[in-house]
């Protein structure tokens, strides 16, 4: 028996390893190749003369901070407001009864699926008309499309495990609605809230058909940004890399942070007995 | 400790929901009851019968549709749940998570400013009563029902409430255990003698713990009264079916009149039963009425009984007494008898009924018909 768990438990780490060299390698290929000169970057694998040159290049000499700013702005807002919008609108519909409710629900679920080319060229159109072209309140705006749902579904859910009673026990020991939802619910629900906002900011950040659309030159982010790097004559593949690894950072940094919650916060149920 | 006086009380859920229900659907109709200072209540129904409603709006977590609730000599009805003076043990448990044990029961003291001292001490007061006191340093997660059932009572005593709310405290716990807390909380109420309303589906529950019991049914108060009123003298069908264990037989009787003397009949049975002589003044010949007898004042007649012979169609042997159940016309009567003799299915006995403790109750409403002397 105990033979059988260890070799049972070395096909799965064997699997796990195979995996995350699967998920990794492309990852370590773009930060290989950030550090490639162009001379060298189709005659070279691995064994190549290490250069900043891309760093240099992209960092300093272009504005790519300007975008990196903008991208930060605009996705930050978005999940922002998609928080303040969203928990309460999650509570509602965990807890309230009205009609058309699971109607309604459904309906801001369905904005994931539909396709963003779908409904970009109307938004184009609308977006010039109304003035909302180009800025960042017009990003964020259509943001909401992406992080608003996913954080209403991901917070509902852990709404609807909180025993009701809960709540009713704090009100009769002495909290006001406001002091039960912030200083018992909120808690509770912080996991949830904590992952949710994570891959919302993560599916904001990465949002490409938006701001190539509906935003020019005055905002920018840095996935559209990117494509500056194809120029007319050459694909600087050193310098792409270079700012897609650094527009990579901010999502790492913040899931390394909050580790502790991610993992529970997907796994859903919050509160068990 | 407080008096708690209930009166008319209407409760009506607006149809925000799917369904459409009735327009005059009250989930409490018109409920008026006065509990005594020290008074243990028990509130007992089906489910969906308005019992917990009830509770809810004297906590203060339910609107009141109309009516009065005064709980001392103040009327509560728009009084935040904090400020009525009462503590609520829910039927969940409701222990906040990420909070200990001590700190759960504390809570509500926390909320309130009492100092850090008075706290440990009214908590090292109240934990040994409920037998909770190893696990002040625990949390709930790692409880049993029954101990997350004693930290939730804990929690609703420690700020000496008014009024204490008890909903279906023992409804989630296993057999031995509801029984533990069951006389527990008799216990409990011995020596704080703190005025109780305990929600509960369970007649058990509610004959053994409850010093007037307030049955309900559809919103409507059926009866209010003592255990021994409720059993021995229920004021309709209902009560009568929903009290004692296994309930009030009730069967659909035929009134004949032979010589001088009244009988119940049966449809597709031979068995009859005179009727009392206290009724005979509300009698007819053909009158059709339900009869209602407990299984107790059935008995398995003797060898030279007169009784009526019938074969047992059911037998559960519970040792310390034998349940025997027979065929009348359609329905099954249930009896108890305590005697040693064993039966089998299909065995032939003698039925006798103690025709003097027959209730009588009304064809259509179910209402008691009670003899006017």
């Given at each position: ?38 001379a ?18 992209v960092?300093?000499r ?32 965990a ?46 705006w259509?943001?909401?499309l ?51 906002s ?19 030159t ?19 593949y ?36 | ?47 969906g ?44 448990y409701?222990?906040?998570p ?86 527990e ?66 069967l ?55 009784g ?66």
């Open positions: 028996m105990k033979r059988k768990r260890i070799v049972g438990n070395a096909v799965k780490n064997g699997l796990l390893a195979l995996y995350a060299i699967f998920a990794l390698f492309p990852l370590f290929w773009m930060v290989l190749i950030s550090f490639k000169s162009d060298q970057m189709f005659n070279t694998t691995f064994i190549f003369d290490p250069t900043l040159e891309n760093y240099d290049a960092l300093l272009t504005d790519y901070f300007k975008y990196f700013l903008d991208s930060i702005i605009v996705s930050v807002v978005a999940v922002l407001i998609s928080v303040l919008a969203g928990v309460p609108a999650a509570y509602a519909l807890r309230y009864n009205f009609k058309k409710k699971e109607s309604l629900a459904f309906t801001i679920l369905s904005f994931r699926f539909a396709p963003e080319i779908l409904v970009v060229l109307p938004l184009f159109m609308i977006y010039q008309k109304i003035g909302l072209y180009d800025t960042y309140f017009g990003l964020i259509v943001y909401q992406i992080t608003m749902p996913l954080l209403i579904w991901v917070i509902r859910g852990y709404f609807e495990d909180i025993s009701v009673e809960i709540e009713h026990a704090a009100q009769v020991d002495g909290y006001s609605w406001w002091q039960v939802f912030l200083k018992r619910l909120l808690p509770l629900i912080k996991p949830g809230l904590v992952s949710a994570l891959l919302a900011f993560i599916f904001a950040w990465n949002n490409f058909t938006f701001p190539l659309m509906l935003s020019g005055h905002v920018e982010t840095i996935t559209v940004a990117s494509l500056k790097y194809i120029a007319s004559d050459t694909v600087h050193g310098q792409m890399a270079v700012a897609a690894t650094v527009s990579a950072l901010p999502a790492v940094i913040f899931a390394l942070l909050i580790q502790k919650h991610l993992v529970r916060g997907l796994s859903f149920g919050a509160v068990k007995g | 400790m407080s008096k708690l006086i209930i009166k008319n009380l209407y409760k009506r859920y607006e149809n925000k929901g799917k369904k459409k229900t009735q327009p005059n659907d009250f989930a409490v109709n018109d409920l008026s009851l006065e509990c005594e200072d020290g008074e243990f209540i028990g509130i007992l129904g089906p489910s019968c308005g019992k917990t409603t009830t509770l809810r709006m004297i906590a203060g977590l339910e609107d009141i549709t109309a009516g009065d609730i005064y709980i001392g000599d103040q009327r509560v009805n728009d009084l935040h749940p904090k400020n009525r003076n009462i503590g609520l043990a829910f039927e969940d409701a222990l906040y990420p909070l200990t044990v001590y700190d759960n029961i504390a809570f509500n003291l926390k909320a309130k400013g009492v100092s850090k001292d008075e706290i440990k001490q009214r908590v090292m007061d109240i934990a040994p009563l409920l037998k909770v006191e190893d696990l002040l340093d625990k949390m709930p997660i790692s409880l049993s029902g029954g101990q997350k059932q004693r930290v939730n009572i804990a929690r609703a005593i420690v700020r000496r409430p008014g009024i204490l709310l008890l909903d279906e405290p023992l409804s989630h716990l296993d057999g031995k255990m509801r029984q533990a807390l069951r006389i909380i008799k216990r409990l109420h011995n020596e704080i003698k703190c005025t109780t309303v305990y929600v509960t589906h369970d007649q058990l529950e509610a004959m053994s713990l409850a010093d007037r019991i307030a049955i309900m049914n559809l919103g409507v108060l059926q009866q209010f009264g003592t255990p021994m009123e409720v059993y021995d003298d229920p004021a309709n069908e209902f009560v009568a079916g929903f009290i004692g264990e296994p309930p009030m037989n009730i659909k009787t035929t009134i004949i009149k032979h010589e001088n003397d009244y009988y119940f009949t049966f449809e597709n049975s031979d068995l009859r039963i005179i009727a009392p002589r206290r009724y005979y003044d509300l009698l007819s010949d053909g009158m059709q009425v339900k009869m209602g007898v407990r299984p107790t004042d059935i008995y398995v007649g003797g060898p030279d009984s007169k009526t012979p019938v074969r047992v169609a059911v037998y559960e042997d519970l040792c310390s007494e034998r349940r025997i159940g027979v065929r009348v016309g359609d329905e099954l009567v249930m009896m108890i008898t305590e005697d040693d003799t064993r039966y089998r299915q299909g065995e032939m006995i003698k039925l006798e009924v103690n025709g003097e403790k027959t209730h009588l109750f009304d064809l259509n409403t179910g209402n008691r018909i009670r003899s006017k002397k």
